[in-house]
């Protein structure tokens, strides 16, 4: 059996722009902040989590309380819907995302989802986009800051679920740097997800198959057998 592990913010879930304005505003909002460096590449992890800490940590000199992740975690999902009630945008799948997932495990694949994102508001971007993760293995950044780490859970979690020891390949989709760079360290192959200059960054980066979205199943299942692990350095 193979598993077929998926990112989720701008692999699954179109949700960039959306997104990140929620989740800065949530920040600024609950916790009184302002001037939020939002070139999420300069973080060193790129989770929810890990750049809520570096962002306290940096306009405080501590970090933030539970209770305080938690608040901005429940802003940023009342933003979300505020975004929706007030302009009717809510997060959308990426092209094809749920069609996709479906078909996998049609075809007998294991499926599991990797995120950066907290649980409760990947949960959230993942119902409003009608992506069917609810019987999916999946981690997010409370198992760890840590992508490699985030996506090891993940493969536990799928093993369990299907009562295996390992599976006979494992391929990794993601849209982000921070993915290839994972994949890299983990030696997992990876499909990049992007269109244009951002497919070709992450072609540039090393990714052997990047496709613009899953409206070309075919396509996708043939580069699921050919990715490779991505080459060069970090
Ligand atoms: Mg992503």
Not at 21 to 27: K, M, P, R, W
Not at 121 to 147: D, G, N, V, Y
Not at 216 to 223: H, V, Y
Request: glycine share 6%; with cysteine; proline share 3%.
């Amino acid at each position: 059996m193979n598993l077929v592990m998926f990112d989720m913010d701008g692999t699954l879930t179109d949700t960039f722009a959306l997104d990140e304005n929620c989740y800065v505003l949530a920040i600024e909002q609950t916790l009184g902040l302002t001037a939020v460096v939002t070139e999420w590449e300069t973080y060193t992890h790129a989770s929810s989590s890990f750049c809520l800490e570096e962002i306290v940590r940096r306009a405080r000199g501590q970090s933030p309380t539970a209770a305080e992740s938690r608040a901005v975690q429940s802003r940023m999902i009342e933003l979300m819907e505020d975004v929706y009630h007030r302009h009717g945008r809510a997060t959308a799948e990426i092209a094809g995302a749920s069609a996709c997932i479906e078909a996998l495990q049609r075809a007998g694949h294991a499926v599991s989802i990797a995120s950066g994102d907290w649980e409760a508001t990947a949960r959230h971007k993942l119902t409003s986009a009608r992506i069917p993760f609810h019987l999916l293995p999946a981690a997010f950044c409370e198992a760890s800051h840590i992508r490699t780490e985030i996506m090891r859970t993940s493969l536990a979690r799928a093993a369990s679920h299907h009562g295996r020891e390992r599976f006979e390949r494992i391929v990794y989709i993601g849209d982000g740097a921070w993915d290839v760079r994972a994949c890299r360290e983990i030696g997992w192959p990876l499909i990049g997800v992007g269109r244009d200059a951002h497919a070709h960054r992450l072609r540039t980066l090393g990714t052997s198959h990047v496709i613009p979205d899953f409206t070309e199943l075919d396509a996708f299942i043939a580069a699921l057998d050919q990715a490779r692990v991505p080459a060069g350095q970090g």
